[in-house]
Every structure is written in C-alpha cells, then in structure tokens.
Nanobody
C-alpha cells in the first residue's frame, strides 16, 4: 500500500524559504510521476510542480517558476519541494501525490500547511 507523508510546513515571513518533504513507501516508484499540489479555502487543489522519478524531469506552474524547485532522493524514497522567495499568496495546504503512469494521481498525502505572512 502506497503511503505518502509530508512534512516541513510552517509559518514564514514573505521572502523566506521552506522545504517540504514527502516520504514515499509501499512501492517501487521508478515509473511514477510525483506531484506537489496546493489548496486554499478559495481555490480548488492546483498543481504546483511535478517530477518523474526515473528521469528527474520536472515541470512547474507559472506562478512558482524560478522560486520553487522539486527534487527527489532515490536512496531515501523522498521528494522535496524547496520554496524560496515565498509570497503571502503561496499560503495553502500543500499535498504530495503519486501517479503510477503519469496520468491521474491515485495516491495522496495528508497535506501540510504553509503560511506566509506579509
């Protein structure tokens, strides 16, 4: 059974940084695409960044390009989201998710709150 556990959220001032972690277990994730999503009370869950586990190929939402970096550590089965130059509008619950085929995300973590104060 796939399990995804996020950590690293918290409160930070605008301009600051946070690194989120997503510890994955229960499968061999070599063919998976991993995604980071976020949700606010006003918006549906939206994609922030993705990474293909095998190739390391990444993609980003326009709103975070140049500020966020997604990476993975194969030895630790962990995906990271490094968030720099944070803005108040980055405030959200951030979720890690896994897609076995690059299609729908079938597995989700519980989410971690990120709050950016102005």
């Amino acid at each position: 059974q796939v399990q995804l556990v996020e950590s690293g959220g918290g409160l930070v001032q605008a301009g600051g940084s946070l690194r989120l972690s997503c510890a994955a277990s229960g499968r061999t994730f070599g063919t998976y695409t991993m995604g980071w999503f976020r949700r606010t009370p006003e918006t549906e869950r939206t994609i922030v960044a993705t990474i293909r586990w095998s190739s390391g190929y990444t993609s980003y939402a326009d709103s975070v390009k140049g500020r966020f970096t997604v990476s993975r550590d194969n030895t630790k089965n962990t995906v990271y989201l490094q968030m720099n130059s944070l803005k108040p509008e980055d405030t959200a619950v951030y979720y890690c998710a896994a897609s076995p085929t690059g299609g729908p995300y079938l597995y989700w973590g519980q989410g971690t709150q990120v709050t950016v104060s102005s």
